[in-house]
């Protein structure tokens, strides 16, 4: 699984972490796609060891993550 994050220094609520996203979701996902994550859209910026970093997207389409299991 990787951690799906805001940019430092972008925290909401006290915390960078926006959710976990499946290891297949993110090899198949490039810069700039918009995913959507707990009701929000969010785009991807780059994907450092096991991590996404991600900025919102509102009101932008998006694609829906998968699971396996």
């Known amino acids: 699984m990787y951690s799906v994050l805001l940019p430092e ?3 909401q609520a006290g915390s960078r972490r926006v959710g976990e ?3 297949e979701m993110v090899y198949e ?3 700039n796609d918009i995913i959507t994550l707990g ?3 969010w785009g ?3 994907s450092p060891a096991n ?3 991600v900025t919102p997207a509102p009101g932008r389409s998006a694609r829906l993550p998968f699971w396996r299991g």
Do not use: F
């Open 29 to 31: 996902s490039r810069v």
């Open 21 to 23: 996203l499946d290891e």
């Open 51 to 53: 991590q996404v970093i």
């Open 9 to 11: 220094g972008e925290e």
């Open 39 to 41: 009701a929000t859209s």
């Open 44 to 46: 991807s910026s780059k």
